[in-house]
T-cell receptor, first 111, second 116 residues
Framework: RKEVEQDPGPFNVPEGATVAFNCTYS??????FFWYRQDCRKEPKLLMSVYSSGNEDGRFTAQLNRASQYISLLIRDSKLSDSATYLC????????????FGKGTRLHILP | NAGVTQTPKFRVLKTGQSMTLLCAQDMNHEYMYWYRQDPGMGLRLIHYSVGEGTTAKGEVPDGYNVSRLKKQNFLLGLESAAPSQTSVYFC???????????????FGNGTRLTVT
């Protein structure tokens, strides 16, 4: 089983719709969780961290389910500019070098 | 505010040639990383450094060497390039609290390398 798994998509979603992605991780020692966004031929950029209690940033909501070992990202009222690849990132204990990237989920917002 | 700067942005090499990719960060970050990204493979860690003068192997280190002589710079070397090293290379840095919520990765713009 891969350490971090994501549905590669693509997700083709009409503008204004709500879309959700899940990401599962296999190592229960994982401690920090993030969503990164990567535009075509660009570098990944931090979208948001994912906290145990869940957190929201504008139209974006991230949630963590430690019992089932998955994190989710919800995008409401999607915009054309949300089209990108979304990378799930999981890291272990503070002193560990293991920062694992998922392969990403591609999202296309359709006008 | 430059952040993380990678040079060069593009390069074409012939098999057997050597080159060095330079990564520079101006955020006083302790940790620096080199990743490669290939279609369908995601980001894979090549080497990383937890501070000036230290380096360590990542997931796919073979065929690469690195050096961190100065805190702000992290160099990635290819001694004898092979077509399998055709990829997009990203450098990243983070502050001293590695892997914590206070220390996300900051990436450079990437270097597109083609080995023919």
């Amino acid at each position: 089983r891969k350490e971090v798994e994501q549905d590669p998509g693509p997700f083709n979603v009409p503008e204004g719709a709500t879309v959700a992605f899940n990401c599962t991780y296999s190592n229960s020692a994982s401690q920090s969780f993030f969503w990164y966004r990567q535009d075509c031929r660009k570098e990944p950029k931090l979208l948001m961290s994912v906290y145990s209690s869940g957190n929201e940033d504008g139209r974006f909501t991230a949630q963590l389910n430690r019992a089932s070992q998955y994190i989710s990202l919800l995008i409401r009222d999607s915009k054309l500019s949300d089209s990108a690849t979304y990378l799930c990132v999981v890291s272990r204990a503070l002193r560990d070098d293991k920062i694992i990237f998922g392969k990403g989920t591609r999202l296309h917002i359709l006008p | 505010n430059a952040g993380v700067t990678q040079t060069p942005k593009f390069r074409v090499l012939k098999t057997g040639q050597s080159m060095t990719l330079l990564c520079a960060q101006d955020m006083n970050h302790e940790y620096m990383y080199w990743y490669r990204q290939d279609p369908g493979m995601g980001l894979r860690l090549i080497h990383y450094s937890v501070g000036e003068g230290t380096t360590a192997k990542g997931e796919v280190p073979d065929g690469y060497n690195v050096s961190r002589l100065k805190k702000q710079n992290f160099l990635l070397g290819l001694e004898s390039a092979a077509p399998s090293q055709t990829s997009v290379y990203f450098c990243a840095s983070s502050s001293s609290q590695r892997s914590s919520y206070n220390s996300p990765l900051h990436f450079g713009n990437g270097t597109r390398l083609t080995v023919t």
